[in-house]
């Protein structure tokens, strides 16, 4: 048999290989010698210093977790709204029958979306720290909201009904909810 | 590597109560291992952190459903390993990896020159580290190596053979080669 190669010995040292390569290894003082070294190479390997990280990734994390909390209960309070709000609409309509109540409706609601969209923006300001250190894909995806809630902002600007005001709005806050996410996981990152 | 790496049941049972103070214990416990998998399996220190951030972040959120019939350190190791490996293959989608460690030379040293342990180990492309420490190091077998990469275990098996034979000709010495 010629010499053993590379993948023989790495299955002579897992316990496997032919009858013919262990024979081998056993005649052949290089490929004996090539094994032993494979034996140490592996126990050289596991017996190296642990490489330690620079710097303390707990606050990161943890201001990353603290985060999603916020978000969570954001977007509780969010939806209990919009069920409360559901619910006075709906019994305004019952009582009043549509009319000018329902008009009064959507006007609370805008107002609720209007007041939500402001706060998260002010939320991604406080968060925006790093100028720029994403990924291409986080980047990407921060790009692609940005330009949905620009074109949001122009149909917004070019509307005077309140149905239509209302589900603007509300798409506004849907999109700058899912631009936080992005932005603040990223800066929690680079930001320690 | 010898570290303790057993932690006290209470202490899990605390963490997946969302205790602050148990989860940080355990991040403490676990830094390193994790950093040290991360980084021997990555190029970039920068990289290694930010895995065992995520690392971190996925223990925290999953916690709950860490049920003990392993150990914790191999629940966290195959989290870390995954994040690793998830860097690894966007990096390949940006990079032709192989073609860097040809082109760059970093992995060829003169001949005569033997380089340290570390140093060769350094020099493999960042799938051959995965390879070569998940298997030779962390006791991987071929098989849940390729479950991981979502490879073969002939490209695990086939990864682990090359980077040994790079590693014995940059290593030189006994390692010089007979094939």
């Given at each position: 048999m010629t010499h053993c190669t590379m993948e023989d010995l790495l299955d002579l040292r897992a316990g496997e290989g032919s009858v013919a390569a262990r024979r081998h290894v056993t005649a052949c003082a290089a490929c004996g010698a090539d094994l032993e070294a494979l034996h140490q190479r592996a126990a050289q390997l596991r017996a190296l210093p642990p490489r330690r990280p620079s710097r303390d990734r707990w606050p990161a994390v943890r201001e990353t977790l603290a985060a999603e909390r916020r978000l969570g209960r954001r977007r509780l309070a969010w939806r209990l709204a919009g069920l409360a709000a559901a619910a006075g609409l709906f019994g305004i309509v019952v009582l009043?029958?549509?009319?000018p109540g329902a008009s009064e409706a959507y006007g609370d609601e805008i107002a609720l979306a209007k007041q939500e969209s402001a706060a998260i923006e002010e939320r991604l300001g406080a968060y925006d720290v790093s100028g720029g250190v994403m990924s291409g894909r986080e980047a990407a995806l921060a790009v692609e909201l940005e330009d949905r809630i620009a074109v949001i902002d122009g149909a917004l600007a070019q509307t005077a009904r309140e149905a239509e005001l209302l589900d603007l709005w509300q798409r506004r806050v849907d999109l700058m909810e899912q631009l936080f996410e992005v932005r603040v996981s990223r800066t929690a990152y680079v930001a320690f | 590597m010898t570290l303790s790496l057993a932690v006290p049941d209470i202490l899990v049972a605390r963490a997946k109560a969302g205790d602050e103070e148990a989860l940080e214990a355990l991040y403490r416990a676990f830094e390193t291992p994790v950093y040290n998998l991360a980084r021997r399996m990555l190029r970039h220190s920068e990289d290694a952190e930010d895995v065992l951030q995520e690392t971190f972040l996925e223990v925290v959120r999953s916690?709950?459903?860490?049920?003990?019939?392993?150990?914790l350190w191999g629940w966290i190791r195959q989290i870390a390993a995954s994040k690793a490996l998830m860097r690894i293959r966007r990096e390949q989608v940006r990079t032709t990896e192989e073609l860097l460690e040809d082109t760059t030379g970093?992995?060829?040293?003169?001949?005569?020159?033997a380089l340290d342990l570390e140093r060769a180990f350094e020099s493999l492309s960042e799938t051959s580290r995965a390879v070569v420490w998940l298997y030779d190091?962390?006791?991987?077998t071929h098989e849940e190596i390729a479950e991981l990469m979502g490879k073969t275990v002939s490209f695990s098996k086939s990864q682990l053979a090359r980077a040994h034979a790079r590693l014995r000709r940059q290593l030189g010495g006994a390692d010089g080669g007979t094939t």
């Open positions: 009043r029958g549509v009319g | 916690i709950g459903r860490y049920r003990g019939d392993g150990s970093r992995a060829a040293p003169p001949v005569g020159l190091v962390e006791g991987y």
